[in-house]
Structure formats: C-alpha cells, structure tokens
C-alpha cells in the first residue's frame, strides 16, 4: 500500500469516528424514547418491544398543539417583520447616499457580540412596563431587535455587491426610491432574503433565554422554551422526556435537510463576511 | 466597500483653501444640506429597524449599566451602590468564579472542536467529491441546527450513571472509571464542555471546508513535489489560506462558550455546588430569584465587556489580505 491510500484509508477511518460520536446520541435518544413509559432503561439497550406509543403520549403530556400554535405565533411575528426591516435597511446603508452612513453601520454591527444575557435584566422590567410579560409579543419584540445586527449586516453586505449601475438605469426611467428597492432590488435579492428567512425561523424556534425570562406558561413560549418545561415536569420519565425532546428537535433537522444547500451556503457566507 | 459613498467622502474631506471665506462656507453648508435632503429617503429606510434595535436592544443595555450602580430587590427604591457591585465582583468567590469556569469552558467549547474541524475538513477535501465526504458533512452540522436545549437533554442522558457512556467504557474494561459525569465535582466542566464540544465541531469544519476549497489544487501538488509529508503540506499551504475562517470559527465558539446557558441551565443547573456555573446563569439566579438587580447588572456589564476584549483582537484574524 502506497502512502497516499493508506492517508485515504486513516482519513476515511478518522471520518467514521467522528460521524458516529456525532450520530450515537440522537440513536440513544431515539432508542430511548421507545422503551416503556416511566422506565429507566440501561444505555444503549434495545427495549422487548417498541412503544411507539411514547410520542402520542409526550405530544398529549406537553400539550403540543397549543406549543405548535404559539411557536408559529412567535415564528410569524418575528421572522416576516424583521426579514422586512432588515433587507430595507441594508438596501439604504448598502445601496444608497445615506448621511452618517458609516456611523449607523458601526451601531449595528457593535451588537454583533453582545450576549442575550447584557440585555436580560432590564429587558424583563421594560416588558413588565409595556405590560407584555407572559405573551408572545415579550419574545416576539425584543426578538426581531436583538437580530438586527446579524439580519442588517447580512442584508448589506448582500446589496454592497449589486451593480450601481442597475439603480442607474432605474432612476434613469423615473423611479423612486421606493420603486427600485421594490420593484428592481427585492426581486434580485430573494437567495439572500430566502437564507435569512431560514437562520431566523431556527434562531426563533430554539430560542431558550427569552422564552423562559419573559413567559412563564410554557403554552405562550418557544419551542425550545417549552422543552425547558417539559423536561422540569417529566424529567423523571426518561422515555416520555426523550420522545417529547425528538418531537421538538424533529422539525430544525427537516427544515436543514430540506434546505441545505442555502442553509450551509448562508450561514459561511454570513459568518465570513461578519 | 463600495462605492456609493465615495463621493460622499470626497465632498467631507476636501482640503480646506487657508482661511475659507464666506462664500465657501456658505457653499459648503448648501451642500451640506443637499446631502441630508437627498440621504432622506436612505435614513427614512433605515428607521424601522434603528428603532427596534435601540428600544429592545440599546435601550436595555444603557439600563443594564445603570442598574450595575445602584443596589435593587426590584420592588422597592433602588439606592445608589456606586462601584460596590464591581469591587463585590472581583473579591467574591461566587460571582468571580463563574467568570473562570466561562474561560475555562473555552478550551471544550472552542479549542477542541476547532481543532477536530480543521481535521475532519483536511479528510474531506482530500475525498472530493466522494459520498462518503457529502454525508459527513450533512451529519457533522445536524448539531448545530437543533436545539441546544434538546442537546442537553440527550447528553445529561448519555453521561447519566447508567448511561451509554459508562456502558461503553464497562464493555471495554474501564469499570472502574465509570461515574455520574455531569455529577461529580471533578468532570462536571469537563463534561460539560464535552456536550459544547459536540455541538461545535460541525460548524468549525464547515468553515475550515469552506476556507480549503479555495486553495488552488496545483499549490499542494507543489508541495508534494518539494517532498512535504501531510503536516508540512498542512501548516504551509492550508493553513495560511484558511486563516480568515479559523478565526471566525474561534469567534464564534468562543462567543458561545462565553454566554453558554442553555446546556448548562438543562444539565447541571450550575451544579454540583458551582462547579458548573457560568455567568448566563448566575445572572439569571441573581436577578430572578435572589432579587439583586444590581449584582447581576454588573455581572452583565461584566460579561458584555469580556465577550468584546476576547474578540477584538481575535478579530484582527479575520480580515482579509486586501484590507490591511
């Protein structure tokens, strides 16, 4: 065996290590989920027989149709209004004559590093003022001004690179500002639009922090908010906990193999160019 | 950058005539105002998401600094605190250590996966365009898509007393290691970490994959000609060309290890003791269930701060050749 080969054949080795330490968890979780309800089943053990059973039973257990229905409340609120003031934001500090350009840019991307957790103290007097705690609009609103940095930068950075030359020829046959951001840029945005929606609509879904801080009845959280409460309330029975987790976790790993190829392409070009 | 605001520029730094008359300033503020008015449709367009971001973001972190200085239960009158929140926090082992466990976690969260990245994109690329090399990319980025809180939940399971992990080491005759992980004061961290580790390594060797596939195939036959063995072919010709990626990987992990709160709220709760306890979570405990407001503004401020000085000059990494 050459040298080459062999690299090729530790290489190909070294991959399935790793691809199985990634992959053994989500099949002990699954595997766990089938064994019977309020058991506490050894490791990695098969169970006698499958109790398919356990997803009816945590999808009833945590109430999911109220979760789906508020975490779709939530999804709606925030990724359409933030998707829409990002990209118009981005078009102006990217595409146009804005005065103090550099500066406002400079706020945006300051919020870059912040952590949720700056901000998660006051956020909670500030919403009890607003009299919001304890409904979706406590997550929804500081949601969509918490991804601005990202959806702003990202945005920009996606009309920086469209040909000035196309506004030109625009504003030569009369069009306002509002006509070639809708009718000329928008149109020749959507791969960029299309990416962000889908990094927001996860982002969203598997919001922790908020969820719990905010909103106390977990019927009013996110996804992940309310896989927090799931697992303080069932944590005792493994198998009904793991197959509540894969009913939550199911529909992020859909919506990845669904849109990969955008999704991965989306979430590099976004991190390099930040 | 682009172009659009070169003109812009142009007109703002126009070297001054010596003693500029009237007429000139006169000149200068026409312009001045013409810019404003014709910049009026760009700002109107950035308002909207100006104003989110400053009444749901910039507002409460102006207000977490002003909480940091006064002493409050969040019922009553707050009273002014003065820098006792910060001197409480450098002195107190409570509220210090936290501080150390998030610098700690850094080494799990971001030094691990990178490095395990930088590897597993090295095997990749050397496979093209192979099957094996697109399934192990969709499967090595599955952790990052789901929820940090449902990966807790799956590690606190592996790493129980009867979990899959002390299974496997029975098997290969480690009996006597095995152990509650996530409950022993010697490898809660660590363990921990293991479960941030997990999560990252997916998006660390994408990165690393993306940064390669740039690399002109003919510099490694180079390379291989010079008689380069894979290490030497690795830190002279994929490492140079990867360096904006590596550092957005650093900062990104490093960013996630620092604000870690998710896995740790699901897994150990800051336990055993505050073995585990980060500055996510103390500040949550401070501020909801101790009720001081203050203390855990102040370990915000602190946080905020230590996220900034860990990442700029990290992010110096990052730009490219052109720009410096």
New interface residues.
Partial sequence: MNTTAR??WT??I???V??A??????V??FI?ALHPPGT?P???ALPEEFHWNNFLLAFEAANMGALLQSSFIIELGVVPVAI???T??G?????????F??T?FI??VL?L??????????????MREYGLLNTQLAII??L???F??F??MWMRAHF?NMP?ELSEAARMDGAS??QL?WRVHVPLSRPAIASLAILLF?WT??Q??LA??LVDDPEKRT??GA??AF?GQWGTD?PL??AG?LL??TP??I???VF?RQ??AA??QG??K? | MSTSWSTTDKATSRPSAPGPSDDLRRKRRAAKVRRLRTGLPGLLLVAPALAFYGVFVLRPLAATVQYSFYEWNGISTATWAGVDNYVRLLTDPDLLGPILNALQLIIYFSFVPVVFGVIAAAIIRKMGASRLAGISRTVLFLPQVIPLVAAGIMWTWLLATDGAVNQVMRVIGLDGLTRAWLGDFDTALPAVGVIGAWVNVGLCMLLMLAGMTKVDPSLYEAARLDGAGPIREFVSVTLPAVRQELGVAIIITVISALRSFDIIFISTQGGPGSSTMVPGLEIYYLAFFEREIGQASALAVALTVLVLIVVLPLNRLTRSDSDS
């Fill in positions: 690299e090729l290489g190909r070294l991959l399935i790793v691809m330490v990634t992959i053994v968890p989500f002990s979780l766990t506490y050894p490791g990695l829409l003031i990002a118009l934001a078009f102006a500090l990217g595409h146009l004559n804005v005065p350009k550099r406002l706020i945006f919020g590093t912040l952590p949720f957790e700056g901000i998660i103290v006051p956020l909670y007097y500030q609103l500081p969509i001004g918490l601005m940095p959806a702003v920086v000035q500002t509002w951001f996860l879904w598997n922790f922090l719990i801080v996804m992940a896989l927090g697992q493994i906990l793991c987790s939550i976790l992020t790993l919506v990845f193999l990969q999704f991965v979430l590099l991190a390099v930040g």
